[in-house]
C-alpha cells in the first residue's frame, strides 16, 4: 500500500512557530510537564511501575483513556518482553540500559513503536491515542498505538440505497473506508495521501486518484486548493468542498458526493479524485459536472436501455422541478391561446374565486411544501409521519376547500415535489428549488419572455461555471458529441469499454482544442 | 480568467453562423417580401452574394493580419487621426444598428405576443443579459452560442416542417411581378443589413485559434452561403403559406407558426415559437455589444476590457429607447439609413484600409 504520511513536513511546520522542548532524564520532570499541559484533563492516566530485579527502575505509562478504550494499558509489559527473546533472561532482569539499545537499534518488536523525544511529540501522540511509556533515567519515550473508539460498523447507506449492487457504505472512519476502497481496486496505480487539517480538530484528511486516468491539469489544480487549506478546521467533506470549490455562492454543487465505496471506484475509474475526511462517511468526487448528477450508481447495475429511459425520465424531472410551475403561470396569464380551449376552460372553472392571482397562489403552496419538507426531516420519526398526513390534508385538500388554492395549483407543486425528488443527488435537487422563485417571478411579469430571460441566465450561470478548472456544463458547455451521448442514454458496458482506451487520445484533443 | 482567450475553428464559425443568422431569421422576411413581393428570395440571394464581396475583403486582411482586428490594423497602416476617426464613426454605426435590432426585438414582442408591456423592459432585460454574456468573455459565448444555434435551428426546422400541409406551391409565380426593380431595391436593404454586418465581425476574428490541417476560410463561406439558404427557404416557405397576402404580414415565420396545428393538441404555439426566436435576437445583441466592446477598448488602448461592457450596455439601451419615436421611424432607419450609413462609415473605410495595404506592400 501506498500510503505517504505527511508527518514530517508538518513537524517541521511546528519547529517554526515554537521550539520544541527535550525531555528530560528526570521521570519526575517529564510527569510535571506532561501534567502542566493538559491540566483539567481527567481522561488522562499516569500509571507508574517499577521494575528490574531489585524493583528499583522507574517508568511511567501515560495515555488518554477515552480514546484507549479497548486497551489493556500495562504496556510496559510487553516493553519488556520484547526485550526476553533477545537478551535471554527474566522479565524481572531488564535493566533501562538493554531497553535502550534495543530500541535506538530498532530491534524486532510485537508491534509498532515510535521512539521520540520531544515533549510537544508526546502531547500530540496522546490525543491521537498511543500510549506512552517514559524511563527514569532515559530522556526519550517509547510511543504505542492503541486508538481505539467505538465506530458504526459498514452498513447499507441510508440515502443511496440500490436495488442490485452491494450493500456497503462508508463509516465514520477514514481508514476504514480507504479500506473498502482499496480492496475493489487492487492497483498500484491507486494514490492515496493523508494529511492532517485544522488548527484544533487536526481533522485527517485523504484523497486519492488513479495514477494516469486522472487529467494532470485537473490534479494540479485540486492540490494547489488541497494545500491552500491549512488551518481551517474540517468536520465533515462538505467543509471541504465549500472550501475548495470554484463558485460559493452558485445554487449548483461543484461536487459529488457519495457513501457507497463501489462509487467511490468507479469514479476513481472515470479520472475524478475522492476526498474523504476521517470521522465522516461522505465521501467527495472531484471534479462534479452537471451531467454527472442526472447519473445514480445503479445505473450500471440495471440493463442498458431501461437505465438509458431512466435516465431521460430524472432529466425530465429535473426540468420539470425547475419551470413546471413558472411555465404554468406564464401559460395561465400570457398566453392562454397555447392551451386547449377545453383544458383552459377547466382552468378558468376551477380558478373561480380565487383571491390571488396565479404567481401569489403558486407561491404560497410551494411555501407550504417547502415548510412540510423541512419539517418531516426535523421531527422524530414517529411524529414525522403523523405530520406528513396532516401536511397533505392541508395541502391537497383543505387549501382547495378554503379557497386559497386551485386544484390545478396543487396538481403542480405536486408535481414539482415529486420531480424534484427524482434526482438521485439531494444537494443537486436543492438547486432546482433555488432557482424555481426566480423563474416565477420571471414569468408572472414577462411570460414567456421573463422566463427566457430567466433560462438565459441560468444558461450563461452554467456556461461559465467550472469545477476545479474543468468547464461544469462540459458535454453540452463546449459540445462534446462523443461524451454526450453518454448524458442521455447509458451506453453498453462494451461501448464504454473502447471509450475508456480510447479516453487518453480524447484527453489530448481536449487539452489541444481548448474551450 | 485567462489573459488571452482563444477559440477553436468550428466555434468561430458558429458564432459566425450565429451572428449572421441570428436576429435577422425574424426580421429580414416582412420587409423584403414587403419590397420584392415573390422575388424576394432572389434579393436575400443576390445579397448574399455581395455579402461574399464584404467577407473576401475582411477575409483577406485576416489572412494578412491575423492576431490583429480591424481597428488595430487600422490604426497600424493609417495616419494616427485617420484611424481615429473610422474607428469612431464604426463605433457609433454599430452602437446605432445594434439600438435598432434591440427595438426590432422589443417591437416584435409588443406587436405580436405582449401588446400592453412596455418597450423599455423589454430592452432592459436583454441587453441587461447581453452585457453580462459579454462580460464572461468570448469562450463562454462560444460555447454557449454553440447550444443556442442548434436549438434556433431545430425551432425554424420544425416551423417549416410542422406546416408541411399548408404549402403552395402554386402561390411561388409569379416570381417578378414587377419586373427586377423591388428586387434590386430589396437587395440593396439587405446590403445594409444584414450582410454589411460581416465587417464588424473582423473585431472577433483575431480570436481563432488557427488550426492548419482545417480549412477555415471555406467553411465562412459555406457558412455565409447556408444563411442565405435558409432566409431564401423561410421566404418562399412564407410564400407558399401565406400566397399574396404574405406581403401584409410583419413577422410572416412568426405567422407561419402561429397556424401550426397538428391534431387538437399543438395549436397555437407562435408564443413557444416566438420565444425561441428571440435566442437569435439575444446572440445577436450579444455578439454587437462585443463588438462595440472592442472597438472602443482597442481604439483607447485601454486594458480593462470588462469594465466598459455596462457602460456600453447603457448607452445602447439609451439610444434604443430614444432612436426611434415608433415603427415607421425604426424601417425608415433599418431600409434606408442602414445601408447609406454602413457603405459610408464602415465599408469605405475598409476599402481605403485594404487598399493602403496593397500599397504598402
New interface residues.
Given amino acids: 500500500m501506498k500510503v505517504r504520511r505527511h508527518r514530517r513536513s508538518e513537524n517541521n511546520q511546528q519547529e517554526d512557530s515554537s521550539p520544541k522542548t527535550q525531555l528530560s532524564r528526570k521521570l519526575e520532570d517529564n510527569e510535571t510537564a506532561i501534567k502542566a499541559i493538559f491540566t483539567d484533563c481527567e481522561d488522562i492516566i499516569y500509571n507508574k511501575f517499577q521494575y528490574s530485579s531489585q524493583y528499583n527502575e522507574k517508568a511511567l505509562v501515560v495515555f488518554c483513556e477515552t480514546i484507549v478504550q479497548n486497551e489493556k494499558a500495562n504496556l510496559l509489559k510487553e516493553v519488556m518482553q520484547d526485550l526476553i527473546p533477545h537478551e535471554v533472561g527474566n522479565a524481572t532482569e531488564v535493566e533501562l540500559k538493554e531497553i535502550k539499545e534495543f530500541f535506538i537499534e530498532h530491534g524486532v518488536t510485537s508491534r509498532a513503536v515510535n521512539v521520540i523525544d520531544k515533549l510537544e511529540q508526546v502531547s500530540e501522540k496522546l490525543l491521537e491515542g498511543f500510549i506512552v511509556v517514559m524511563f527514569e533515567g532515559w530522556n526519550k519515550a517509547l510511543a504505542y498505538d492503541a486508538f481505539a473508539v467505538e465506530k458504526r460498523s459498514v452498513g447499507e447507506p441510508q440515502n443511496e440505497v440500490s436495488v442490485i449492487g452491494p450493500r456497503e457504505g462508508t463509516i465514520e472512519n477514514l481508514t476504514k473506508n480507504l479500506g473498502l476502497i482499496r480492496s475493489r481496486l487492487k492497483s498500484d496505480k491507486l494514490k492515496v495521501k493523508i494529511q492532517k487539517k485544522g488548527e484544533q480538530t487536526k481533522s485527517k484528511v485523504a484523497y486519492a486518484y488513479l495514477e494516469g486516468t486522472v487529467p494532470a491539469d485537473t490534479l494540479k489544480e485540486f492540490e494547489k486548493r488541497f494545500d491552500e487549506i491549512n488551518d481551517e478546521e474540517i468536520l465533515e467533506t462538505s467543509y471541504f468542498a465549500e472550501l475548495m470549490e470554484d463558485s460559493t455562492y452558485s445554487p449548483f454543487p461543484q461536487f459529488k458526493t457519495t457513501e457507497r465505496p463501489d462509487v467511490a471506484v468507479s469514479a476513481l475509474l472515470g479520472g475524478k479524485i475522492i476526498a474523504l475526511v476521517d470521522g465522516t462517511p461522505t465521501v467527495l468526487i472531484c471534479p462534479g459536472l452537471f451531467v454527472e448528477f442526472f447519473q445514480s450508481p445503479s445505473d450500471y447495475y440495471q440493463r442498458t436501455l431501461f437505465s438509458s429511459l431512466i435516465r431521460m425520465l430524472r432529466i425530465t424531472g429535473y426540468i420539470i422541478s425547475l419551470s413546471l410551475p413558472s411555465i404554468y403561470i406564464a401559460l395561465s396569464t ?2 392562454t ?2 392551451i ?1 380551449s377545453v383544458l383552459l376552460l377547466a382552468i378558468l372553472d376551477t380558478r373561480e374565486g380565487m383571491p390571488f392571482p396565479a404567481l401569489v397562489e403558486a407561491l404560497i403552496m410551494l411555501f407550504f411544501f417547502e415548510l412540510l419538507q423541512e419539517a418531516s426531516l426535523r421531527l422524530p420519526r414517529p411524529i414525522g409521519s403523523a405530520v406528513s398526513i396532516v401536511g397533505a390534508l392541508v395541502i391537497g385538500d383543505a387549501s382547495i376547500n378554503a379557497g386559497i388554492a386551485s386544484p390545478m395549483m396543487v396538481v403542480v407543486v405536486a408535481l414539482t415535489g415529486i420531480a424534484s425528488f427524482s434526482i438521485p443527488q439531494y444537494e443537486f435537487g436543492t438547486s432546482s428549488r433555488i432557482l424555481r422563485v426566480p423563474l416565477m417571478l420571471g414569468a408572472a411579469t ?8 430567466g433560462f ?2 441560468i ?2 450561470h452554467l ?2 461555471l467550472r469545477s476545479l478548472g474543468q ?1 461544469y ?1 462540459a458535454p ?4 462534446r458529441n462523443g461524451i454526450l451521448y453518454d448524458f442521455i442514454f447509458r451506453s453498453p458496458l462494451s461501448k464504454q469499454l473502447r471509450k475508456h482506451k480510447q479516453s487518453n487520445v480524447l484527453s489530448k484533443a481536449n487539452e489541444k ?3 | 480568467m485567462k489573459q488571452i ?4 475553428t468550428l ?1 468561430m464559425i458558429l458564432l459566425f453562423q450565429a451572428f449572421i443568422t441570428g436576429s435577422t431569421i425574424i426580421n429580414i422576411q416582412g420587409p423584403f417580401i414587403g419590397i420584392a413581393e415573390n422575388g424576394a428570395w432572389i434579393s436575400i440571394l443576390l445579397a448574399n452574394g455581395l455579402g461574399a464581396v464584404v467577407m473576401m475583403i475582411v477575409l483577406f486582411m485576416y489572412e494578412r493580419y491575423p492576431t490583429l482586428s480591424y481597428v488595430q490594423y487600422t490604426k497600424v497602416l493609417m495616419w494616427k487621426p485617420i484611424a481615429y476617426l473610422f474607428g469612431i464613426s464604426l463605433a457609433l454605426i454599430v452602437i446605432l444598428f445594434t439600438a435598432n435590432i434591440t427595438y426590432g426585438m422589443g417591437q416584435f ?1 409588443t406587436t405580436s ?2 401588446k400592453e ?1 412596455p418597450l423599455y ?2 430592452h432592459f ?2 441587453i441587461m ?1 447581453a452585457s ?2 459579454v462580460r ?1 468573455g468570448i ?2 459565448m ?3 452560442f ?3 444555434l ?1 436549438f434556433l435551428f431545430f425551432i425554424i426546422l420544425s416551423i417549416l416542417v410542422l406546416n408541411i400541409t399548408h404549402y403552395h406551391p402554386e402561390y411561388l409565380q409569379p416570381v417578378l411581378l414587377s419586373g427586377w426593380k423591388p428586387v434590386l431595391h430589396a437587395t440593396y436593404v439587405g446590403i445594409g443589413f444584414p450582410y454589411m454586418d460581416i465587417m464588424y465581425f473582423a473585431m472577433i476574428l483575431p480570436y481563432l ?1 488557427r488550426e492548419k490541417d482545417k480549412p477555415f476560410k471555406r467553411w465562412m463561406y459555406a457558412g455565409l452561403l447556408l444563411n442565405g439558404i435558409i432566409l431564401a427557404v423561410t421566404i418562399i416557405a412564407s410564400i407558399m403559406v401565406f400566397g399574396p397576402m404574405v406581403t401584409y404580414e410583419k413577422f410572416p415565420i412568426f405567422q407561419l407558426a402561429r397556424i401550426i396545428e397538428i391534431g ?2 399543438i ?3 407562435e ?2 415559437f ?3 426566436l ?2 437569435g435576437t ?1 446572440m445577436k445583441i450579444t455578439m454587437m455589444l462585443f463588438i462595440i466592446n472592442e472597438i472602443i477598448t482597442q481604439l483607447f488602448d485601454l486594458s480593462n476590457k470588462r469594465a466598459f461592457v455596462f457602460p456600453l450596455g447603457l448607452l445602447v439601451y439609451l439610444f434604443s429607447t430614444t432612436s426611434f419615436n415608433n415603427e415607421i421611424e425604426l424601417g425608415e432607419s433599418g431600409l434606408i439609413m442602414e445601408t447609406i450609413l454602413a457603405v459610408s462609415l464602415g465599408f469605405i473605410p475598409l476599402l481605403i484600409v485594404a487598399g493602403r495595404s496593397l500599397v504598402k506592400r
Fill in positions: 400570457f398566453h391561446e397555447l386547449p414577462l411570460g414567456g419572455f421573463g422566463l427566457m430571460i438565459i441566465l444558461y450563461l456556461i461559465s468547464p456544463f453540452l458547455g463546449p459540445i482544442g481548448g474551450s | 482567450e482563444t477559440i477553436n466555434q414582442l405576443m405582449l408591456s423592459i423589454f432585460l436583454i443579459v453580462l454574456t464572461q469562450e463562454v462560444a460555447r454557449m454553440h447550444g443556442m442548434y485559434k387538437e393538441i395549436q397555437r404555439v408564443s413557444v416566438g420565444i425561441a428571440i435566442i439575444y
